[in-house]
């Protein structure tokens, strides 16, 4: 299979690129920095948040393979801290990565795709993406948005062979917390006394997390699966349990409980 994966540099999409070309597949990933390359994989540059970057890395693949199959869209990123004091540029860059990066690759891909009736979009989102997540209110909005805009599109595009599948992951040790924006100003601690227990309570439980290999592993079966569902939900099971209970609970009861594990 001919596949595109956005933000190979670091995370889970080095280990899916990795994961995928051992697979046979035929890799292609994108990046924004000059990084060390996985012999047998394809390297292009993009940065999610431009458009033109995003129609310029699609077309360079259907030229070269003569279609895309399977796109994913992975790259992202988080910002940190309460939301009061969390500055607009880094809220725009938020949105802009997260979400909008999705949506250009999205929209780039999706004439190829439909011009054959086939092909497979796996859209990251995350356990933060179906619950609002405590000073993580701004990713959660990205990956919420990501949520919608999978689901509409998955309507829209069912008749063509396209089939959008959200990823779900839940806590897992990648550079992603490191690459956290966080705001935590003196005036931040103050106003929010419980932020840096909560932070350091999250930071600890993504570094403790699953390692990438293993999301790549659930995702080297997706790729090839025919009838793959809409979404997955990798994660331990306390982290998805958390899901049926948001249906179940009264919403302040739940937000009680999620307040208290994250120590807000
Ligand atoms: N780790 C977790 O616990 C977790 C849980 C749920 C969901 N996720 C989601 O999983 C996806 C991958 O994250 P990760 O955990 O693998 O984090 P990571 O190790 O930090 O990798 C993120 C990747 O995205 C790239 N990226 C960030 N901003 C970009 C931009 N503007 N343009 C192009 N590439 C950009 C990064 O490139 P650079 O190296 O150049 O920054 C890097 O390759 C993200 O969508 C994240 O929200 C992660």
Known sequence: MIILITGISS???????????????????TVRREVEQLPGVHYLKADVRNEADARVAVKSVVDAEGRIDVLINNAGMGVGGPAEFIPEDDIRLQMETNFMGQVHFCKAVLPYMRSRRSGKILCFSSIGGVMGLPFQAYYSASKFAVEGFAEGLQIETARMGIKIV???PGDFATGFTSARRKSLSKEALEAYPKVLDSVRSFENDERSGLKP???AGRISRIVVCKNPKFRYRIATFIQKLSLPLKVILPGRTFSRMIGWFYKQ
């Open 213 to 215: 290999e293993y999301l």
């Open 166 to 168: 959200l990823i779900e």
């Open 11 to 29: 995370g889970f999409g080095l280990a899916m690129a990795r994961r995928l070309s051992d697979d046979g597949h035929i890799v292609y990933g």
